[in-house]
């Protein structure tokens, strides 16, 4: 079994700061691309940015964050992170890490999300 647990949502004012982290634990061979994604009520989940594998990940980012947000990974502590500056109040939303990781050396690749953390930037 595989459990993704995040952390770091809350309350921030416009202009401040969150990190959220995601940390994948259980029956793990390898991970593959990580990212988080946002949902707001009403409306579909959207990504907000993604890394691939590798020890120079490469990451892409919706155009509404670039520049504020920035994602990275911690291939030790199988942990994706998501710093985010500069926020404003229509980055708030529930926010997901998605997690593509394989289980068994001869298993494929299968998609996990976590259980979401809130992000409210209001003043």
């Known amino acids: 079994q595989v459990q993704l647990v995040e952390s770091g949502g809350g309350l921030v004012q416009p202009g401040g700061s969150l990190r959220l982290s995601c940390a994948a634990s259980g029956t793990i061979f390898s991970i593959n691309a990580m990212g988080w994604y946002r949902q707001v009520p009403g409306k579909q989940r959207e990504l907000v940015a993604h890394?691939?594998?590798?020890?120079?990940?490469?990451?892409n980012y919706a155009d509404s964050v670039k520049g504020r947000f920035t994602i990275s990974r911690d291939n030790a502590k199988n942990t994706v992170y998501l710093q985010m500056n500069r926020l404003k109040p229509e980055d708030t939303a529930v926010y997901y890490c998605?997690?593509?990781?394989?289980?068994?050396?001869?298993?494929?690749?299968?998609?996990?999300w976590g259980q979401g953390t809130q992000v409210t930037v209001s003043s």
């Open positions: 998605n997690v593509a990781l394989r289980s068994r050396s001869w298993a494929v690749d299968r998609i996990y």
């Open positions: 890394i691939t594998s590798g020890g120079n990940g490469n990451t």
